[in-house]
């Protein structure tokens, strides 16, 4: 595409990272409509038109489409992450979209409002966090600004994306404590923004924070019953059970997809990986 006049490629003197490059990009456009795509990250043809139809509202600032695994049939892992990806997408974004409110414009597929992003552009670049510049969490941070402005986020789920997602933990789990220091951080920037925003979006933010720390609380009482009394914690057991196959057959259902009820099996990394992971963001988000 070097050769076609449509294209105009910036090639930076040194590696600055992804927000500043983003800055330069944005500055040096024309277009009314940005989209951001990350560069391990395949657009379906229709796309394009489909985000920018629903940026035609003027109300809406960002928009983003739904994320697939492209890389899903690899491993066990990928298979998860997929499945992880169907239900963030279409569970969690597609809940908050319902009052214009989704909370994280995915970086694989966004599309956002160029006259906004101008006017968010020294925030955006300035972040702070205890002083010093935040060098991670770019696309949920811009999606809070774009809130904070007084404009709608939105989910269109027909708009496919396929990225390539981690194939093995170690990997998988470095970008889960980037992404958990992110939600941490932003949540507290978000909780000025709540009240002006639907009262759905307070339960949702709040429990998307307070439900792993119960559940970690409730994988240590039982943990402690164990050790204490040599006893097996089986009401904590059945519970989180009882939840998980719960939350797999709803997903079943609607995504009529029989593969959802091996989705359990990423309770077990949930609760033995990513909670210990959360709690260490937690403590570490300088």
């Given at each position: 595409?070097?050769?076609?006049?449509?294209?105009?490629?910036?090639?930076?003197?040194?590696?600055?990272?992804?927000?500043?490059?983003?800055?330069?990009?944005?500055?040096?456009?024309s277009?009314?409509?940005?989209?951001?795509?990350?560069?391990?990250?395949?657009?379906?043809?229709?796309?394009?038109?489909k985000?920018?139809?629903?940026?035609?509202?003027?109300?809406?600032?960002?928009?983003?489409?739904?994320?697939?695994?492209?890389?899903?049939s690899?491993t066990?892992?990928?298979?998860?992450?997929?499945?992880?990806?169907w239900?963030?997408?279409?569970?969690?974004?597609?809940?908050?979209?319902?009052?214009?409110?989704?909370?994280c414009?995915?970086?694989?597929?966004?599309?956002?409002?160029?006259s906004?992003?101008?006017?968010?552009l020294?925030?955006?670049?300035t972040?702070?966090?205890?002083?010093?510049p935040?060098?991670?969490?770019e696309?949920?941070?811009?999606?809070?600004?774009?809130?904070?402005?007084?404009?709608?986020?939105?989910?269109?789920?027909?708009?496919?994306?396929?990225?390539?997602?981690?194939?093995?933990?170690?990997?998988?789990?470095?970008?889960?404590?980037r992404?958990?220091?992110?939600?941490?951080?932003?949540?507290l920037?978000?909780?000025?923004?709540?009240?002006?925003?639907?009262?759905?979006l307070?339960?949702?933010?709040?429990?998307?924070?307070?439900?792993?720390?119960?559940?970690?609380?409730?994988v240590?009482a039982?943990?402690?019953?164990?050790?204490?009394?040599a006893?097996?914690?089986?009401?904590?057991?059945?519970?989180?059970?009882?939840?998980?196959?719960?939350?797999?057959?709803?997903?079943?259902?609607?995504?009529r997809?029989?593969?959802?009820?091996?989705?359990?099996?990423?309770?077990?990394?949930?609760?033995?990986?990513?909670?210990?992971?959360?709690?260490?963001?937690l403590?570490?988000?300088?």
């Amino acid at each position: 595409f070097a050769g076609d006049s449509r294209f105009n490629f910036i090639l930076l003197d040194k590696n600055v990272g992804k927000r500043k490059a983003q800055i330069v990009a944005i500055r040096r456009s024309s277009g009314d409509l940005v989209l951001n795509v990350d560069s391990d990250t395949t657009l379906a043809t229709d796309v394009v038109a489909k985000l920018a139809r629903k940026m035609q509202d003027s109300a809406v600032g960002a928009a983003m489409g739904q994320l697939v695994a492209s890389n899903r049939s690899d491993t066990w892992l990928t298979r998860l992450i997929d499945m992880e990806y169907w239900l963030a997408c279409n569970e969690e974004r597609a809940a908050q979209a319902r009052f214009g409110a989704v909370m994280c414009c995915c970086g694989p597929c966004a599309m956002y409002r160029r006259s906004a992003l101008l006017l968010l552009l020294d925030q955006y670049e300035t972040q702070l966090f205890r002083g010093k510049p935040s060098d991670f969490g770019e696309d949920r941070h811009l999606t809070i600004l774009m809130l904070k402005a007084g404009l709608r986020t939105e989910y269109i789920p027909d708009a496919i994306a396929a990225t390539v997602v981690p194939d093995r933990l170690g990997p998988y789990l470095r970008q889960q404590l980037r992404w958990a220091r992110s939600t941490f951080r932003d949540t507290l920037l978000a909780l000025h923004l709540l009240p002006s925003l639907d009262r759905y979006l307070t339960l949702d933010v709040v429990g998307q924070n307070l439900g792993p720390l119960l559940l970690a609380l409730s994988v240590l009482a039982g943990l402690a019953q164990l050790a204490l009394t040599a006893t097996v914690p089986w009401s904590a057991v059945l519970m989180i059970a009882s939840m998980t196959i719960i939350r797999c057959s709803v997903a079943a259902f609607r995504a009529r997809q029989l593969r959802f009820l091996g989705f359990s099996l990423h309770t077990f990394i949930n609760v033995f990986l990513l909670l210990p992971l959360k709690a260490y963001a937690l403590c570490t988000l300088s």
